[in-house]
């Protein structure tokens, strides 16, 4: 079974641009979670999809926003980037998300740079 | 309001001594705990977890130990190999916090041959 899927992997964005971020989750698996991880600031959540749904959302300003697709395909998109916002996004899915003891299967993540 | 603390930033061992990484949360409505290893360049990984019910939990040579009295959740690990060396998170669900994890900084963990 192949597992998570983001691209790209890397970018390289300057201030004021937007960016969108994508994630293939597990064949089957009908919730993506996505999470930024800063250097001293673990991982910090951004927002939960299931079914199409949004059902959780982090303490993140508006720019930061997402959508999932029919086919449990889910992309995030960042406004107006902010050099702060220069971090590794990463992406976790699972068949009925993150409650009790479902375990995420992260991807790789994808490594934004904001110059 | 940091929720989960892992207050140690990196921890050292030596080849086939234990590993001991801790991870203390306040609420107690949080009901699941996990960790999951990370190496660079690629995403976390799950490990291990406990539910709220247990106080001790076994995979191998890892095991999980829940304090819940304390708020104190700890990782050990026997013997340890160099290949753990790694960034181990603690993850906790559950309680107010539906359809997310929230994670500690990570402990950055470095076993010496």
């Known amino acids: 079974k192949a597992g998570v899927t983001q691209t790209p992997r890397y970018l390289i964005k300057t201030r004021g641009q937007q960016v969108t971020l994508s994630c293939s989750p597990i064949?089957?698996?009908?919730?993506v979670s996505w999470y930024q991880q800063t250097p001293g600031q673990g991982l910090q959540f951004l927002f939960e999809?299931?079914?199409?749904?949004?059902?959780n959302k982090g303490n993140f300003p508006g720019r930061f926003s997402g959508r999932q697709f029919s086919n449990s395909r889910s992309e995030m998109n960042v406004s107006t980037l902010e050099l702060g916002d220069s971090a590794l996004y990463l992406c976790?899915?699972?068949?009925?998300?993150?409650?009790?003891?479902?375990?995420?299967?992260f991807g790789s993540g994808t490594q934004l740079s904001v110059l | 309001d940091q929720q989960v603390k892992q207050n140690s930033p990196s921890l050292s061992v030596q080849e086939g001594r234990i590993s001991i990484l801790n991870c203390d949360y306040t609420?107690?409505?949080?009901?699941?705990f996990l960790w999951y290893k990370k190496y660079p360049a690629e995403g976390p990984t799950f490990l291990i977890s406990?539910?709220?019910?247990?106080d001790k939990n076994e995979d191998g040579r890892f095991t999980v130990f829940l304090n819940k009295s304390a708020k104190h959740l700890s990782l050990h690990i026997v013997p340890s190999q160099p290949g753990d060396s790694a960034v181990y998170f603690c993850?906790?669900?559950?309680?107010?916090?539906?359809?997310?994890?929230?994670f500690g900084k990570g402990t950055l963990l470095t076993v010496n041959p």
């Open positions: 609420n107690s409505m949080f009901d699941y």
């Open positions: 064949s089957g698996h009908r919730s």
């Open positions: 406990i539910s709220s019910i247990k």
């Open positions: 999809y299931f079914s199409e749904t949004q059902r």
């Open positions: 976790a899915s699972s068949l009925s998300g993150p409650v009790t003891n479902e375990k995420l299967f």
């Open positions: 993850a906790l669900t559950g309680g107010g916090s539906n359809y997310k994890l929230t």
